[in-house]
Protein backbone atom coordinates (compact mmCIF):
# COMPACT_ATOMS: atom_id res chain seq x y z
CA UNK A 1 0.00 0.00 0.00
CA UNK A 2 3.21 2.38 0.73
CA UNK A 3 3.78 1.87 -3.54
CA UNK A 4 0.24 2.71 -3.87
CA UNK A 5 0.07 5.63 -1.60
CA UNK A 6 3.48 7.08 -3.72
CA UNK A 7 2.19 6.50 -7.03
CA UNK A 8 -0.85 8.67 -6.07
CA UNK A 9 1.23 11.76 -5.23
CA UNK A 10 2.95 11.57 -8.40
CA UNK A 11 -0.34 11.35 -10.41
CA UNK A 12 -1.70 14.21 -8.00
CA UNK A 13 1.63 16.42 -9.00
CA UNK A 14 1.79 15.78 -12.31
CA UNK A 15 -2.25 16.48 -12.64
CA UNK A 16 -2.60 19.22 -10.44
CA UNK A 17 0.89 20.40 -10.64
CA UNK A 18 1.61 20.72 -6.54
CA UNK A 19 1.86 17.69 -3.86
CA UNK A 20 -1.20 17.10 -1.62
CA UNK A 21 -0.68 16.74 1.90
CA UNK A 22 0.01 13.25 3.31
CA UNK A 23 -1.54 11.36 6.03
CA UNK A 24 0.34 8.11 7.59
CA UNK A 25 -1.60 6.04 9.83
CA UNK A 26 1.26 4.14 11.84
CA UNK A 27 2.69 3.30 8.60
CA UNK A 28 6.51 2.88 10.21
CA UNK A 29 5.01 -0.26 12.87
CA UNK A 30 5.62 -2.26 9.86
CA UNK A 31 9.25 -1.24 8.65
CA UNK A 32 12.69 -1.34 9.79
CA UNK A 33 14.87 1.52 10.43
CA UNK A 34 16.27 1.76 6.83
CA UNK A 35 12.68 1.76 4.61
CA UNK A 36 12.02 4.08 7.39
CA UNK A 37 14.35 6.26 6.03
CA UNK A 38 14.16 5.42 2.26
CA UNK A 39 10.12 6.36 3.07
CA UNK A 40 10.92 9.84 4.54
CA UNK A 41 13.28 10.54 1.99
CA UNK A 42 10.59 10.21 -0.62
CA UNK A 43 8.43 12.60 1.16
CA UNK A 44 10.84 15.44 1.89
CA UNK A 45 9.26 17.85 0.25
CA UNK A 46 5.66 17.26 1.27
CA UNK A 47 3.67 18.21 4.04
CA UNK A 48 2.94 14.67 6.03
CA UNK A 49 1.03 13.88 9.01
CA UNK A 50 2.35 10.75 10.71
CA UNK A 51 0.58 9.29 13.07
CA UNK A 52 2.17 6.42 16.00
CA UNK A 53 2.07 4.69 18.75
CA UNK A 54 5.86 5.44 19.31
CA UNK A 55 7.83 8.30 18.68
CA UNK A 56 9.63 8.13 15.63
CA UNK A 57 13.09 10.72 14.66
CA UNK A 58 12.53 12.73 11.72
CA UNK A 59 14.68 15.87 10.69
CA UNK A 60 12.97 19.06 10.41
CA UNK A 61 9.60 17.61 12.46
CA UNK A 62 7.08 19.15 14.67
CA UNK A 63 5.78 16.41 17.15
CA UNK A 64 2.42 16.59 19.16
CA UNK A 65 0.67 14.44 21.37
CA UNK A 66 -2.26 13.56 21.65
CA UNK A 67 -3.47 12.09 24.90
CA UNK A 68 -6.90 11.69 26.84
CA UNK A 69 -8.32 14.43 23.83
CA UNK A 70 -5.76 17.26 25.11
CA UNK A 71 -3.01 18.30 22.20
CA UNK A 72 0.51 19.31 23.00
CA UNK A 73 3.43 19.95 21.22
CA UNK A 74 6.56 19.28 21.53
CA UNK A 75 9.88 21.04 20.74
Do not use: C, M, W
Not at 55 to 73: D, M
Request: proline content about 1%.
Amino acid sequence: SISLKLAEIDLTHEEKEEYPIVILDDIFSELDKTRRQLITEKFDHIQLFITTTDRIELENAKYFFIENGQVTEEN
